[in-house]
């Protein structure tokens, strides 16, 4: 069983509109979370990451939260553009270079 | 900095060849990882190295699969004999270990296709 759950497994939304996407784990010990997005054709890149200590980080428009008591991440996206369009992928470390992927949620914005 | 760069960015080969993968980490960076994607199974580490040296293999799935990496700045990963359930996108990624959140910056990956 995965150690990584994210949820929903695709969404499309219309340009403009908010989302937020889940990432639930069982990842222990826990070191950090990611989140990554990763265009169709390359390789993911780097959004957020998030210690133990940290429940919330902004990088433009979107806002990663961590709730490490629960053991739950979200990744919400503001004001959506057609270029948010990808998969993202939750990634969480038990310790350095030791890390469990998610499958990805793959987000189609629409005009 | 260019990024980390692999070559070839596809390659299409029959059953049984083998296929020699390449990458160049960023300069700078002491640790380097291949991946595997596959729509079935998602992003899956297959080896990583630190400081040059294969640090955690246990991701690489059979005998058929080597990497090597003779200096910073080169690794290969080789499948030999290729086959077709070997078809993925194969990504290389580099850090820094060491203070900080050694974020991983990945390279543009390699299409393999086996016939």
């Known amino acids: 069983k995965n150690q990584v759950e994210q949820s929903p497994q695709s969404l499309i939304i219309l340009e403009g509109k908010n989302c937020t996407l889940q990432?639930?784990?069982?990842?222990?010990?826990?070191?950090?979370l990611r989140w990554y997005k990763q265009d169709t054709g390359r390789g993911p890149v780097s959004l957020t990451i998030m210690t133990f200590s940290e429940n919330t980080k902004s990088n433009g428009r979107y806002t990663a939260t961590l709730d490490a008591d629960t053991k739950q991440s979200s990744l919400h996206i503001t004001a959506s553009q057609l270029s948010d369009s990808a998969s993202y992928i939750c990634?969480?470390?038990?310790?350095?270079?030791?890390?469990?992927f998610g499958a990805g949620t793959r987000l189609t914005v629409k005009p | 900095d260019a990024g980390v760069i692999q070559s070839p960015r596809h390659e299409v080969t029959e059953m049984g060849q083998e296929v020699t993968l390449r990458c160049k980490p960023i300069?700078?960076?002491?640790?380097l990882f291949w991946y595997r994607q596959t729509m079935m199974r998602g992003l899956e580490l297959l080896i990583y190295?630190?400081?040059?040296?294969?640090?955690?293999d246990s991701g690489m799935p059979e005998d058929r699969f080597s990497a090597k990496m003779p200096n910073a700045s080169f690794s290969t990963l080789k499948i030999q004999p290729s086959e077709p359930r070997d078809s993925a996108v194969y990504f290389c990624?580099?850090?820094?270990?060491?203070?900080?959140?050694?974020?991983?910056?990945f390279g543009p990956g390699t299409r393999l296709t086996v016939l």
């Open positions: 190295f630190n400081n040059n040296v294969p640090i955690d």
């Open positions: 300069s700078g960076h002491n640790s």
């Open positions: 990634v969480v470390s038990a310790r350095t270079n030791d890390m469990r």
């Open positions: 990624a580099s850090s820094f270990m060491g203070r900080g959140s050694n974020e991983q910056f």
């Open positions: 990432c639930n784990y069982t990842v222990s010990p826990f070191s950090n």
